[in-house]
T-cell receptor, first 112, second 116 residues
Framework: AQSVAQPEDQVNVAEGNPLTVKCTYS??????LFWYVQYPNRGLQFLLK??????LVKGSYGFEAEFNKSQTSFHLKKPSALVSDSALYFC??????????FGKGNQVVVIP | NAGVTQTPKFQVLKTGQSMTLQCAQD?????MSWYRQDPGMGLRLIHY???????DQGEVPNGYNVSRSTTEDFPLRLLSAAPSQTSVYFC???????????????FGPGTRLTVT
């Protein structure tokens, strides 16, 4: 089965500093990878996905992610964090058909 | 479009009671799924459907039933609620993947269920 790991429980970053949320994956075959964000008491919102091609994927709200095949990683990045980016971030991998396998999530806290 | 809607938003059940969580989408998506979210465990797939009349089990299906009689609706039934089913439940939908394309899923706002 495919899986992703998000090694950090919480990421603290000062407003205006770069933000990185880490994700590593384990797949057999081609990796199809996703990032979602969850704001308090809300459902998950899609940020971006990697299917094939360019290793740098651009998504919503100024986020981007870097796919690295040799390190089996798909880290989410934002050059300058905002307080409004404080949320729970999930990495996910397609696990056959349309099924997704999610990581445990990373709480991001942006400090004013 | 309303997107994916879920009712109720909150529910408290006693052990042994049954109930149905409702999910509807107005995007004509073939694929629908149910997840539960528990602290520190991410989202886990309960059941999913690739179209009307077709359902299948996910990672944690025990204690739950689903049916898909229309494209729009995908209710989740708890047969006999247990405290271990206390969780936040999310419904999601997406376009059909079977043509080879990879589509993101759209999530509803969730139902917070407490079983006492």
């Amino acid at each position: 089965a495919q899986s992703v790991a998000q090694p950090e429980d919480q990421v603290n970053v000062a407003e205006g500093n770069p933000l990185t949320v880490k994700c590593t994956y384990s797949v057999s075959g081609n990796p199809y990878l996703f990032w979602y964000v969850q704001y308090p008491n809300r459902g998950l919102q899609f940020l971006l996905k990697y299917i094939t091609g360019d290793n740098l994927v651009k998504g919503s709200y100024g986020f981007e992610a870097e796919f690295n095949k040799s390190q089996t990683s798909f880290h989410l990045k934002k050059p300058s964090a905002l307080v409004s980016d404080s949320a729970l971030y999930f990495c996910a991998v397609r696990d056959g058909g349309n099924r997704l396998a999610f990581g445990k999530g990373n709480q991001v806290v942006v400090i004013p | 479009n309303a997107g994916v809607t879920q009712t109720p938003k909150f529910q408290v059940l006693k052990t042994g009671q049954s109930m149905t969580l409702q999910c509807a989408q107005d995007m004509n998506h073939e694929y629908m799924s149910w997840y539960r979210q528990d602290p520190g465990m991410g989202l886990r797939l309960i059941h999913y459907s690739v179209g009307a009349g077709i359902t299948d089990q996910g990672e944690v299906p025990n204690g739950y039933n689903v049916s898909r009689s229309t494209t729009e609706d995908f209710p989740l039934r708890l047969l006999s609620a247990a405290p271990s089913q206390t969780s936040v439940y999310f419904c999601a939908s997406s376009r059909d993947h079977r043509g080879g394309s990879i589509y993101e899923q759209y999530f509803g706002p969730g139902t917070r269920l407490t079983v006492t």
